[in-house]
T-cell receptor
Framework: RKEVEQDPGPFNVPEGATVAFNCTYS??????FFWYRQDCRKEPKLLMS???SGNEDGRFTAQLNRASQYISLLIRDSKLSDSATYLC????????????FGTGTRLQVTL | DARVTQTPRDKVTEMGQEVTMRCQPI?????VFWYRQTMMQGLELLAY????????DSGMPKDRFSAEMPDATLATLKIQPSEPRDSAVYFC????????????FGPGTRLTVT
């Protein structure tokens, strides 16, 4: 079983739609959680951290459920520019800076 | 605008040849990572350094891969001999370490081994 699992998609949604991605992690000692975004043939970039209380950044909302070991990302009012692959990322306790990346969920926003 | 730089951006080589990839981390970042990305496996951590000392290279095939940081401005990843299964995009990333999850990635080196 992979440490971080995501539905690869693709999720095809019309502009303006709301879309949600989930991610599960297997290591209960995981301490920190993040969403990264990767555009086609580009490098990954940090989108947002995920806090236990949930957090929002504009149209993006991230939530964490430690009991069920899953993380979610909600995108409201999707834009064409949101088309990308979204990587779920986890850091386990005691691993210093080491991050474990999911394989990503691809989002395609269409007109 | 500080960025991680990597060279070369693309590399095509024949099986058995040596490949060296270079990375210049962001000035002041004390942690440097090497990742490999393929469609099947996604992003895999190969090795990482803190203050130029290797902390973890368990993700790297030891018989053919080696990673070094000769100085704070240069990290290298070497494959010798290269094999077709090494074809992938190799990313270098740097960060400030600690609890932050922010790693700044370079543009990657796209390696094709024929």
């Amino acid at each position: 079983r992979k440490e971080v699992e995501q539905d690869p998609g693709p999720f095809n949604v019309p502009e303006g739609a709301t879309v949600a991605f989930n991610c599960t992690y297997s290591n209960s000692a995981s301490q920190s959680f993040f969403w990264y975004r990767q555009d086609c043939r580009k490098e990954p970039k940090l989108l947002m951290s995920v806090y236990s209380s949930g957090n929002e950044d504009g149209r993006f909302t991230a939530q964490l459920n430690r009991a069920s070991q899953y993380i979610s990302l909600l995108i409201r009012d999707s834009k064409l520019s949101d088309s990308a692959t979204y990587l779920c990322v986890v850091r386990a306790t005691g691993t210093a800076s080491k991050l474990t990346f999911g394989t990503g969920t691809r989002l395609q926003v269409t007109l | 605008d500080a960025r991680v730089t990597q060279t070369p951006r693309d590399k095509v080589t024949e099986m058995g040849q040596e490949v060296t990839m270079r990375c210049q981390p962001i000035l002041g970042h004390n942690t440097v990572f090497w990742y490999r990305q393929t469609m099947m496996q996604g992003l895999e951590l190969l090795a990482y350094f803190r203050n130029r000392a290797p902390l973890d290279d368990s993700g790297m095939p030891k018989d053919r891969f080696s990673a070094e940081m000769p100085d704070a401005t240069l990290a290298t990843l070497k494959i010798q001999p290269s094999e077709p299964r090494d074809s992938a995009v190799y990313f270098c990333a740097s960060g400030l370490g600690g609890l932050s999850g922010e790693q700044y990635f370079g543009p990657g080196t796209r390696l094709t081994v024929t």
